[in-house]
């Protein structure tokens, strides 16, 4: 299986929103409603950010939302702040039974 | 409070085998899905494997299958990712996680600290 496809960066000032795209197949992210994106900053562990396309594990900031179309999905972040940067990848249950990452995502926040 | 205690890091040469762990505690073992995620250097996160606890039941990434092995031990909490060759490909910081619940269509919730593997001649 391929990894799902990220842009490998983008940016955004402090509190604008920005949105990170994530597209598969019809056998990854276009087939079921598993997505989840994660955080990881420099040397440390990921951390879930967002479940199910869309629902937010305890904890994480609601300025973190997630949606899907077809066969990509999209993360965005609203009112950027600096420590929103980091790595972002999403990652969606397949028809294999597994689980495939995206190549990730690099956000700066100028 | 769940954790997830990582084995510490190994150097090794090709060819060679190795085993690493990890030792969880703060939640019932047998009931969550536990597995592996690779990141060589200055790259992304590859999935690399889960496995149930509580029946041995295995999943592996397409690509890594019959390159790695995952296994269980019940009754020391601790999950294990197993070469018996290395190569230096292998090279990689791996992550030990558990799944957020006994569905194996749930992300990672909590993760180990990572163990670095060197693998070089």
């Known amino acids: 299986q391929s990894a799902l496809t990220q842009p490998a960066s983008v940016s955004g000032s402090p509190g604008q929103s920005i949105t990170i795209s994530c597209t598969g197949t019809?056998?990854?992210?276009?087939?079921?409603?598993?997505v989840s994106w994660y955080q990881q900053h420099p040397g440390k562990a990921p951390k879930v950010m967002i479940y199910?396309?869309?629902n937010r594990p305890s904890g994480v900031s609601n300025r973190f939302s997630g949606s899907k179309s077809g066969n990509t999905a999209s993360l965005t972040i609203s009112g950027l702040q600096a420590e929103d940067e980091a790595d972002y990848y999403c990652?969606?249950?397949?028809?294999?039974?597994?689980?495939?990452f995206g190549g990730g995502t690099k956000l700066t926040v100028l | 409070e769940v954790q997830l205690v990582q084995s510490g890091a190994e150097v090794k040469k090709p060819g060679e085998s190795l085993k690493i762990s990890c030792k969880a505690s703060?939640?019932?073992?047998?009931?969550?899905?536990i597995g592996w995620v690779r990141q060589m250097p200055g790259k992304g996160l590859e999935w690399m494997a889960i496995?149930?606890?509580?029946?041995?039941?295995?999943r592996y990434s397409p690509s890594l299958q019959g390159q790695v092995t995952i296994s269980a031990d019940k009754s020391i909490r601790t999950a294990y990712l197993q070469w018996s060759s290395l190569k230096a490909s292998d090279t990689a910081m791996y992550y030990c996680?558990?799944?957020?619940?006994?569905?194996?269509?749930?992300?990672?919730?909590?993760w180990g600290q990572g163990t670095l593997v060197t693998v070089s001649s």
């Open positions: 996680g558990r799944l957020m619940g006994r569905n194996e269509e749930l992300p990672f919730d909590f």
């Open positions: 703060g939640y019932s073992f047998t009931s969550y899905w």
């Open positions: 496995i149930y606890p509580g029946d041995s039941d295995t």
């Open positions: 019809s056998s990854d992210v276009g087939g079921y409603s598993h």
């Open positions: 199910d396309v869309s």
């Open positions: 990652s969606s249950y397949t028809s294999s039974s597994t689980w495939v």
